[in-house]
Nanobody, 118 residues
Framework: QVQLVESGGGLVQPGGSLRLSCVTS????????MAWYRQAPGKQRELVAR???????NYASSVKGRFTISRDNAKNTVYLQMNSLKPEDTAVYYC????????????WGQGTQVTVSS
């Protein structure tokens, strides 16, 4: 059974930093693309950053230059380093895993709350 467990969220002041972690189990990491999504109240879930199974990354324009996604397959963990946080980054952040050959194998974590406020 595949599980994704996020951690690292919390309350931070504008301009601050947080690092989110997503620990996976029940899957072989190097055959999954991983991503972070977020959903703010009253808004649709949106892609924040994605990292392929070979480490290629892409970012939403709103976070480019501030956020960095990375993965450590040996530790079954994906990270999202978030710097220069803004109030508009406030959302629940979700980890996502998609099989690179069978995209119907698509898994989500339970989410972690990030609140940026003074």
């Amino acid at each position: 059974q595949v599980q994704l467990v996020e951690s690292g969220g919390g309350l931070v002041q504008p301009g601050g930093s947080l690092r989110l972690s997503c620990v996976t189990s029940g899957m072989i990491p190097n055959i999954y693309a991983m991503a972070w999504y977020r959903q703010a109240p009253g808004k649709q879930r949106e892609l924040v950053a994605r990292i392929s199974n070979i480490g290629t990354t892409n970012y939403a324009s709103s976070v480019k230059g501030r956020f960095t996604i990375s993965r450590d397959n040996a530790k079954n963990t994906v990270y999202l380093q978030m710097n220069s946080l803004k109030p508009e980054d406030t959302a629940v952040y979700y980890c996502n895993a998609v099989h690179i050959i069978q995209p119907t194998y698509n898994y989500w974590g339970q989410g972690t709350q990030v609140t940026v406020s003074s």
